[in-house]
Structures are given as structure tokens and as C-alpha cells.
């Protein structure tokens, strides 16, 4: 029996969570108290040698001091504070008419305080529901409710730290600023591209007249077809087969965590092993599922290179039936990516240790130009009939960064797959995407529809399909330029000898510049340069005409920061 079938076989009962009190409250004394009704009462009987509006300043600077002085959360009751509250500026607004009137509300209110707490202190239940019995040392105290929020304890966030570099770069007025931040290709001028191919698919959506329906909770037909064909290929055995769970995704952030959900409530105590360094959302993404997750070395900051023999030691030595989350191509951030034959030992240590692997794949086409070639470590692992996951997105490939678009791919063993309607139950998926289904209606219910069917427009027509293939190579070419244009930049410009080839054996839109976070705030700082703190530079953010600022940028932060 498969890893995926014997755990999915196990029933799951959701359990109720916990509520609390969220209460708050101020304890105030009821001498301080006492003493606010005479101040207050004195005031109403005086001759008019003060002014109304000087009056209601002065009682409303006692009640607030009085009130911010004496927080304490042991006690409750808003109907006595509000009672007290209107009686008091009932007497004060009415002195100069209704002395009377007045005074007799002042001590009411006193007398009724007094009352209440010596019921507290004697311990009666007559009153208890609203009052909270508190311990009293020469003095009696009572609980009454204040206005505080209920949002006091949230603490503020930190900054996103690549999304909160491209909010100090618009803050930033110098104009030879450049954002090497974010991972979103731009043209030569530096602007945001939409791929022409994109603009046709949404034409003929428009001329079709298609409506906005809610999609299925597993997202388009269409779509998922396709997606599906693009990664595996679309003579694939596997899909032929219909061992491949696929369920259309919030792009590959939300497919991610789709997986991770999955994890989570089938295979408890596992691990999942992430690259040193890794995209900056993964741990997020463990981390607010409850995944258990620890690294991998990746990178080996001596060669700006991989660090292989330290990659194989840690997944060797992991627990058996760990999740090894991979990137498809393109590492994000290094660039660096394992060479075919060290794919091979990595499936061969994987495959020893019951290990599933779990690729993240959001660069298909992008990093090279192929479709194929960016998904050829994927299918390796495909070919050799292990269970896999593999999250994908379409924000890079097709420059579909809003519309979240992406998708959860689950590779079974075939008799996972056949088990279908029975073990579903009137579901006619196998098991393991009705449970992704299951997992995705409380999240999102269902994903969105624009994005879904751009791709499935795309790949669905032939012509279409090949001006986008076209596109990704022009897009791939563009960056692949860039990166040369810098290597040449860096190395005409820096005297010391140091070997700046790393940069072209890196692959994808991102650089690994082998800056610390020291050198990469001088980078900022200094140079108006946004980038990451772990010295990774988006290429597809930077034109030919800004590469040799970039270098003179990169060489000052190298040699003169320590």
C-alpha cells in the first residue's frame, strides 16, 4: 500500500477550539469615587463663579484621570458605569436650574455605589451576575467596564521582507533608485510587461461572452488539463492513467499551502526539509500550518555554488518519510540548480529513504526558455513512479502576477488513484483531491476564474500556444542578456581579481550576489539599490543601461563594507 493511501485510509474528526474570556475591565476605588460625586456636587451648589463650560472641563478632567489612573482587570459591569455616567452629567448640566435635582442625584449615585460594593464585599449573590468579587486590603473596591479594546495585546507586524523593499523604494525620490527586489519581470525601460499572448486570450473571452460563475471547488476543467499536461507532458503515462490529483490553486503561494494543510492533517509528526536558503514564504507557510520544517544545506557561500555533498548528507540523515521540498528550476534565491546527474543522486537518496518529494516549480519556461527542459527534474522523479507533490504558478511565465493562478499536483500510486467512488463517497475523485477539495472549500471555497482560463486559452490553441513559447524565450533571452551584460560590467571594473563567473552559472531571474546584509544595506543606502538582506538581486528588474551602475554599486559594497 501506498505512503498517500494508508494514511488518507484513517478517518479525521475536527475538533472544537476553545473560547475565552475577552473581557476587560477597570476597578475604581470608591473613596476616589466618593470624592469625585462632592468635588463635582460642590461645584453644582456654587454660586456661578465658574462658567458651564469651564465646569464640564474641569469634571471631565477628574473622571479621566481618575478612570486612566485605576485600570485593573479583575471586575465588569457596563450598565452601573453607564448609569453612573448619565446621572453625574445629568446633575452637572442642570445646577443652574434644578440645584435640587441635582444633589439628590449626586448622593443616589453615592449611596447606590456604596450599596453595591458592600454586597460584593459581603459576598451576595443577589447582584453577582456583572460584579467580580476582588480582594480588598482597607479599602473596597468595585469593577466597572470601560470602552478598551479587545485588539490591546496584537503587537504590530514586522515588515514583509521583499514586499516591504519595494514600499522603500517608492518612498525613495533619487532617480538612479533601481528595484531589484521583487521578483517581476519589467522591460528595458524598466516597466511592467503584459505578454501579448495574454491580451488575446482575454480578447476572445470577451468576444465569447463568457460569464463570471463560481468554478468547482477543484477550479476549471480546462485548466487543470492543461496545467497538468504542461508539467508532466501530455503523453505522460501517469495522466493516461489518471494517477495525477490535480486542483487549480491561489497561484503558488496558495497551492503551497493547500499541500501543506495536507500535511498536516494526514501525515501528523511529519517533517518537511527546506533549503538553506529558500524563497522567504516557505517557512511562513509551515510555520501557520503547523508544519514541522527544518533546512537542508543548499548553498555554499565559499563558491557561491551549491553545496551537494552537504544537500545529500542532511536529506540521508533526515527522518524517514520527510517531505524534501525542491525547487523544480530557477532556486529562488540563489539561481543555483543541481546539474541532471545530481538530480539523479538526489532521487536515488529520496527514493532510499521513503522520502516524498514535494517541487516547487513557479518558473516553468521562464528560467530557460523551454517548457520542457524547466520540467525535466519533476518528471525524472515522475519516471521512477514515486509519489509526489509539485505546486506550480503562472505569475512569472505568462505575467499573470494578479490573478493568482496556479495549481496542486499530487502524483498517487496507481491504486490509490483507482479508488475513486466508493471510497470518496459520491465524490468521483480519488481520495486524495476529494481531500484537497475538503481542504480548499473552508479556505477560499473556490478559486478565481479570469486567470484560469487565460491558460487554458493559451495552451488550448495551437497558435496562441506557440506566441507564448515565443514570448517566454524572448523574456528568458531579455534576462539572460542582462545577467551577461553585468558579469561583463563587474569584471572590467573590479581590479582585485576576484572571479565574478558564478553570475553566469546561475540561472533564472535572480542573482545570488554573495552580499551580506551589511554590504546590502550599503547597497541601499549608499546606492539606492533595493535588494533583499540576503544579497539576492532580481535581474529581471535591472536594463542593460543600469548594469554598470549595478556593478560599481556591487563592487564598493564587496570591498569597502565589511
Known amino acids: 500500500m501506498s505512503i498517500l493511501s494508508s494514511t488518507l485510509s484513517s478517518n479525521y474528526s475536527p475538533q472544537p477550539h476553545s473560547t475565552q474570556n475577552r473581557n476587560s475591565y477597570i476597578s475604581v476605588d470608591s473613596t476616589q469615587l466618593v470624592t469625585l460625586v462632592f468635588i463635582v456636587d460642590s461645584f ?76 460584593v464585599k459581603l459576598g451576595s449573590n443577589s447582584l453577582s451576575t456583572g460584579f467580580v468579587k476582588t480582594k480588598s486590603f482597607n479599602r473596597i473596591s468595585m469593577a466597572v467596564a470601560v470602552n478598551v479594546s479587545r485588539f490591546e495585546g496584537i503587537t ?18 533619487n532617480e538612479m533608485k533601481l528595484n531589484l527586489g521583487v521578483g517581476a519581470y519589467r522591460t528595458e525601460e524598466l516597466q511592467p510587461y503584459v505578454l501579448d499572448v495574454v491580451k488575446k486570450a ?20 480546462a485548466f487543470n488539463k492543461a496545467t497538468a499536461e504542461l508539467l508532466f507532458g501530455a503523453d505522460n503515462p501517469l495522466l493516461k492513467e489518471q494517477r495525477v490529483a490535480t486542483v487549480q490553486g491561489l497561484s503558488g503561494t496558495g497551492s503551497l499551502r493547500l499541500a501543506a494543510a495536507l500535511i498536516e492533517r494526514y501525515f501528523p509528526g511529519a517533517k518537511v526539509l527546506i533549503s538553506s536558503p529558500t524563497w522567504g514564504n516557505h517557512k511562513n507557510i509551515f510555520n501557520d500550518a503547523r508544519v514541522a520544517w527544518s533546512e537542508y544545506r543548499y548553498y555554499d557561500p565559499k563558491t557561491v555554488g551549491l553545496d551537494f555533498e552537504g544537500m545529500i548528507a542532511d536529506i540521508k540523515n533526515a527522518p524517514e518519510g520527510s517531505f524534501i521540498l525542491l525547487h523544480g528550476c530557477a532556486h529562488n534565491p540563489t539561481g543555483i540548480d543541481p546539474t541532471p546527474e545530481q538530480w539523479e543522486k538526489i532521487a536515488d537518496v529520496i527514493q532510499e529513504k521513503n522520502h516524498i518529494p514535494f517541487f516547487d516549480v513557479a518558473y516553468q ?21 514515486m509519489e509526489l507533490f509539485v505546486a506550480q504558478s503562472y505569475s512569472k511565465n505568462l505575467g499573470l502576477y494578479a490573478e493568482r493562478i496556479g495549481a496542486m499536483n499530487v502524483v498517487c500510486s496507481s491504486a490509490d488513484a483507482a479508488a475513486s467512488l466508493e471510497i470518496a463517497q459520491l465524490s468521483h475523485d ?20 479570469h486567470g484560469a482560463k487565460i491558460v487554458a486559452n493559451v495552451v488550448g490553441d495551437p497558435a496562441l500556444f ?9 523574456m528568458a533571452g531579455r534576462i539572460k542578456n542582462v545577467r551577461q551584460k553585468l558579469f561583463d560590467s563587474l569584471s572590467a571594473k573590479d581590479k582585485s581579481g576576484k ?29 539606492h539599490v533595493y535588494l533583499t538582506k540576503d544579497g539576492r538581486i532580481s535581474l529581471a528588474g535591472l536594463s542593460l543601461a543600469k548594469c554598470e551602475y549595478l556593478a560599481d ?6 570591498h569597502n563594507v565589511s
Request: charged share 20%; glycine share 6%.
Open 466 to 474: 506557440n506566441e507564448w513559447k515565443a514570448e517566454m524565450e524572448m
Open 156 to 173: 504590530m507586524a514586522p515588515p514583509d521582507p521583499i514586499l516591504g523593499v519595494s514600499e522603500a523604494f517608492r518612498a525613495d525620490t
Open 365 to 385: 519556461g521562464f528560467a530557460s526558455g523551454s517548457l520542457d527542459a524547466d520540467a525535466a527534474s519533476v518528471r525524472l522523479f515522475a519516471a521512477r513512479g
Open 202 to 221: 482575454e480578447n476572445l473571452m470577451l468576444e465569447r461572452g463568457e460569464n463570471k460563475e463560481y468554478l468547482p471547488i477543484e477550479g476549471l476543467a
Open 430 to 449: 480519488p481520495r486524495v483531491k476529494s481531500q484537497l477539495k475538503r481542504l480548499a472549500r473552508p479556505m477560499y471555497s473556490n478559486p478565481p476564474v
Open 44 to 119: 453644582s451648589f456654587s454660586r456661578y463663579e465658574l462658567s458651564l463650560k469651564y465646569l464640564k472641563l474641569t469634571v471631565l478632567s477628574i473622571e479621566s484621570q481618575a478612570l486612566i489612573l485605576l485600570i485593573n482587570p479583575d471586575g465588569f459591569d457596563n450598565a452601573l458605569f453607564c448609569f453612573c455616567v448619565c446621572f453625574r452629567y445629568f446633575a452637572v448640566f442642570a445646577r443652574h436650574s434644578q440645584g435640587t435635582v441635582n444633589s439628590i442625584a449626586l448622593y443616589f449615585i453615592f449611596y447606590f455605589i456604596f450599596f453595591v460594593q458592600r454586597k
Open 553 to 558: 554599486a556591487i563592487i564598493d559594497s564587496f
Open 499 to 527: 572571479d565574478w563567473s558564478f553570475i553566469l552559472k546561475q540561472i533564472g531571474m535572480f542573482s545570488f550576489t554573495g552580499l551580506n546584509k551589511t554590504q546590502s544595506e550599503n547597497m541601499t543606502n549608499k546606492w
